[in-house]
RNA sequence: GCAGCUGUAGCUCAGUUGGUUAGAGCGCCUGACUGUGGAUCAGGAGGUCGGUGGUUCGAGUCCACCCAGCUGUACCA
């Protein structure tokens, strides 16, 4: 009866949906790219700041319009002074608060990067959490589009340091000015028409995966998907529908000139559009000057990036190898993206602030590396194991991996209670490389005995009975007792294993 | 949010038109081997069949609602 009772109290433990635990072959791996991102950003002269992972939620802009509560889509709750505090769902509106409050003792143009996970209250998907790890780089104080330029090149060098070669990724760049001219030259100009801007511009948007008809009823009457459910659509005319379906095709027919030509002559005479327009040129002249080419960074008419606070440029970084075939491999599609935020700063400041920056999703990007095999997700090697043969002689043991541990070799004694049989297999278990047995016979004669088990798993498919398995003790050899760190340093080296250097 | 599908052991799944005590494989634990990983053999633990309510003599199976997961779609700073 009492037993009932407990099994109904029991806690079930359970992960809440979205959210991942990391095991030791994740975070090897995100700590690799971590750093050879850091490496490629701080080449390019950003230094590092890091802002804490809870802001005001004012400060973060996600109060909705009229409304007492900040919105859903980020996780929320109230100081005990009843003022609302938000976990950041980014690095940049963070970073435009600390450079507004900072904004006297910083050198400006300001240029730092950060990592750090960020959270978003949204429906999870595959490659897609709730909490996910960031890494951001933004330039502060400087309106040129060299400084927009560089990002996208910062972005392209940072994907080959990461092991995707030129050709697998693409850094797609297109202009929000851009985009409100088109808007404008089919008549969507003005405060009434916002609503509807944004359905255009959703629409525009979706042209990579739904294709032309996708967009096409999207910009019309809506769409109905596989399911059977709805979209509505943004209601143009036929005419507005062929100006902007114009201005989505005209990508890539020609070199970067004859596309700007293009958009400029749909565009027609709207002034946010020329300023674009022009924006972009120069953009092209500082990329291309520095010889990034189509085949790195290249401008697409489809991309519209969020709509929240980019004001120029923006950009986004998609893997190009082919994935989200029939096969069921998953799609990767954006890994980063950015862009120019020239008013995000000035919320906190009477002036505008011009700023420029670039954010890679470190998260889905590790999947997509360890898709494409660029990520080693074998669990590296543990340990090495000394065993406890003799429960009153643990200060002997204990000693051993003391002397394993001062010639930095990761060592550990075996702090449960299970006997040999149970020891050796939780060795196995922990990947041991080696583990270090002292008995009574091998102590009497001033002995050790190691056990290669990496070799002695090769021995074992030759082996059939159990009682030949165990007499012969394969891979296993007797060394003096002071010669324990230069044995097992060999039984390293035989395996190739660095010695100094924990592995997960 | 909307739509469709799916929930049975740690994992992958069986479970007949509603019918005794719900099964298998893998994994896990123990032993054979009292001083040694694997293989083999033997034994064992582990389930309120996603939850609640209903129909029925009887529900894992049928019905309603709820929850969770998957897929698509919407949103994505």
């Known amino acids: 009866m009492a037993d009932k009772t407990k099994e109904a109290n029991k806690l079930k433990a359970r992960?809440?949906?979205g959210l991942a635990d990391r095991g030791p072959a994740e975070i090897a791996a995100t700590r690799t790219m971590i750093e050879k991102i850091r490496e490629v950003y701080e080449r390019y002269g950003f230094e590092p700041v890091e802002t804490p992972a809870i802001e005001y939620t004012d400060a973060l802009g996600k109060f909705l319009p009229d409304e007492e509560r900040p919105n859903e889509g980020v996780f929320s709750f109230q100081d005990d002074d009843e003022q609302w505090l938000s976990l950041r769902y980014d690095l940049t509106a963070p970073l435009a608060r600390y450079v507004a409050e900072n904004f006297d003792t910083l050198p400006k143009p300001y240029r730092s990067y950060r990592v750090g996970w960020v959270f978003r209250n949204e429906k999870p998907g595959p490659g897609r959490f709730r909490q996910f790890m960031q890494f951001d780089a933004d330039t502060v104080g400087s309106s040129a589009p060299a400084a927009d330029?560089?990002?996208c090149m910062m972005a392209a060098d940072t994907m080959e340091a990461l092991g995707v070669p030129r050709g697998s990724y693409l850094v797609k760049v297109n202009s929000r000015k851009v985009l409100d001219g088109v808007l404008e030259s089919v008549g969507l100009g003005g405060e009434a028409n916002s609503g509807k801007r944004l359905t255009v511009l959703r629409a525009i948007d979706k042209y990579?995966?739904?294709?032309?008809?996708?967009?096409?009823?999207?910009l019309g009457e809506g769409r109905k998907d596989e399911s059977g459910d709805f979209t509505r659509g943004a209601g143009l005319n036929e005419k507005q529908m062929e100006k902007v379906l114009n201005y989505v095709e005209v990508q890539l027919v020609g070199d970067l000139e004859s596309v700007l030509k293009d958009w400029s002559r749909e565009i027609g005479s709207s002034p946010t559009g020329q300023e674009g327009i022009r924006e972009l040129a120069e953009f092209g002249n500082f990329v291309r000057g520095a010889n990034y080419g189509p085949d790195r960074i290249s401008?697409?008419?489809?991309?519209?990036?969020?709509l929240e606070y980019y004001t120029g440029p923006v950009f986004e970084v998609e893997l190009t190898f082919p994935t989200g075939g029939a096969d069921g491999s998953p799609r990767f599609g954006s890994v980063g993206g950015g862009g120019r935020y020239d008013g995000l700063i000035a919320r906190f400041r009477g002036e505008s602030v011009p700023a420029t920056g670039f954010s890679i999703g470190v998260s889905r990007l590790a999947a997509a590396l360890q898709h494409l095999g660029k990520i080693d997700a074998r669990p590296g090697p543990g340990p090495v194991v000394v065993t406890v043969f003799d429960r009153d002689r643990l200060a002997d043991y204990q000693a051993m991996v003391a002397r394993l541990r001062a010639a930095k070799i990761r060592a550990e004694l075996y702090l449960g209670g299970g006997r040999?049989?149970?020891?050796?297999k939780y060795a196995d278990k922990r990947n041991a490389p080696c583990v270090v047995i002292q008995g009574g016979e091998e102590k009497a004669r001033g002995e050790i005995q190691i056990k290669d088990l990496i070799e002695g798993a090769k021995a074992a498919a030759a082996i059939a009975s159990h009682q030949e398995w165990r007499e012969s003790r394969p891979a296993q050899f007797a060394v003096a007792e002071e010669k324990l760190v230069e044995a097992v340093r060999e039984v390293l080296a035989r395996h190739g294993l660095r010695q100094d250097q924990p592995s997960s």
């Open 15 to 17: 992960l809440p949906r």
């Open 149 to 151: 330029a560089e990002m």
């Open 420 to 424: 040999m049989a149970a020891q050796l």
């Open 208 to 218: 990579d995966r739904l294709g032309r008809s996708g967009v096409q009823a999207l």
């Open 299 to 306: 401008v697409e008419s489809s991309v519209v990036r969020g």
